[in-house]
């Protein structure tokens, strides 16, 4: 029973320590997004002894962060659709059609996803100047597209891969042509993968800044991310109203993480074991 005890807190301290890590930045910037400026410049540690949640309402209507939030959303949702369409055909005909150089695109794909952004975002942005995308909602979904496809492709090919061959062979077997094999059988089998891969692209395309700044440099076509940085800019003196503007745009995170967090494991974890 000690050892027992001792090897549970060995394992219970170091997550306790994670988990204010984790925490304490989210609690910071909420107890300075509620500050005034004359409170925070006094002792910003301290907590605050009035909600002003007129920091919230000036941080929104400040910089336009209904448009930067509508932008947001109008692109997110429109690259998630793509990438799981796009990413769930990948992987089904990577995982389950034996064609010649299956392997290798596998390969390309996998090793996409060890190069950096910054890497390509030169030709990338000259390739969207010259077909006349750039400060579009299409150049920047296509950019996610581009981005993220990869990860999607390599985590639906190895969900699809512990499919069992039975499954398969049943389908066509009963006249299923290879895009009736991927809509009635292979679309419900992986709609747990398909849920976590959304979701991990969706908060992905939510919080990048970059790709967003490089593809939309027009005031009114950011996102809401880059329109938080904007805030640092114009309120660079007032702290408080610039926590508002983070503590705002990582709401719909923190929602999304709270609610779903039990499907995201399980869809990431879906494809490592057969059953």
């Known amino acids: 029973m000690p050892r027992a005890r001792l090897g549970r807190w060995l394992v219970a301290l170091p997550m306790a320590v994670l988990a204010l890590a984790t925490i304490y930045p989210l609690m910071f910037t909420a107890n300075v997004a509620m500050k005034t400026r004359r409170e925070y410049i006094l002792d910003r540690f301290s907590l605050t002894s ?15 962060m209904a448009r930067y939030f509508l932008n947001s959303v109008i692109v997110v949702t429109c690259a998630v659709v793509l990438l799981l369409l796009i990413g769930s055909m990948a992987g089904f005909a990577l995982s389950q059609l034996r064609f010649r150089g299956s392997s290798a695109l596998f390969l390309v794909c996998l090793a996409a996803l060890f190069i950096p952004f910054q890497v390509i975002m030169v030709p990338l942005a000259r390739i969207m100047a010259d077909i006349g995308l750039i400060d579009t909602y299409p150049g920047l979904i296509l950019a996610y597209v581009a981005q993220f496809l990869p990860f ?16 398969i062979d049943a389908a066509r077997i009963d006249g299923n042509s290879p895009y009736g094999v991927y809509r009635r059988i292979m679309l419900p089998i992986g709609a747990p993968a398909l849920l976590s891969v959304g979701i991990l692209n969706a908060l992905f395309c939510w919080n990048d800044v970059l790709i967003s700044l490089l593809m939309m440099p027009s005031a009114d076509h950011r996102t809401l991310m880059v329109g938080v ?10 702290i408080p109203t610039f926590a508002a503007g983070v503590l705002i745009a990582a709401v719909p995170v923190l929602v999304t993480y709270l609610f779903l967090q039990r499907q995201i494991a399980d869809g990431v974890t879906a494809g490592s074991t057969k059953g």
Not at 50 to 64: D, K, M, Y
Not at 152 to 167: C, D, G, K, Q, S
């Open 50 to 64: 009035t909600l002003h949640w007129e920091n919230l309402t000036t941080a929104w209507n400040s910089v336009g």
């Open 152 to 167: 999607t492709v390599f985590l639906m090919t190895t969900y699809y891969r512990a499919v069992p061959a039975e499954i």
């Open 229 to 238: 940085t904007s805030l640092r800019g114009q309120y660079s003196d007032d």
